[in-house]
């Protein structure tokens, strides 16, 4: 699959959101009639490094990750509790190798937030996270509505 594969999918699957490029990554919104200068985000594709972020080597070619604001329920069906967050410019530590392709692990640097990610998903590897996915969108738009709740008193 294809970053831009991936992002039609997305685009197209989960009502109301919108891709929007922001902190160095194609970051997707859940933010329907664009209400908010940037909505409740649920998923990103990073295709480079980040100052902070290089623990999955994206610089190389054609590499990119998938990133998802997994519910902390389902984080921990798959990997047990959230790891210590890193010290900035660090990653989490745990036995996950966060430079192997197709392989689901929690997230190099948000993982102790809940996000899990996959370098260059297989078709089955992405179906196999639109559990995350779906529950990372159901997420979104509880964060999204909470928002347009307080932006209206």
Known sequence: MSPETILTDLLARYAGTVSTPAW????LFY????TFKRGAYFATIKEKNGDHDQASELDREGVFRLNIGATRPLF???FGNPPARPTKGGHVHGPWDFIALDSLTPHPVYGWMSWVSILNPSEASFASCL????SAYVKATATFNKR???AAR
């Open 31 to 34: 933010n329907p009639d664009n």
């Open 131 to 134: 559990e995350l996915l779906d």
């Open 76 to 78: 921990e069906a798959r």
């Open 24 to 27: 160095g990554e194609t970051t």
């Open 148 to 150: 347009l709740r307080a």
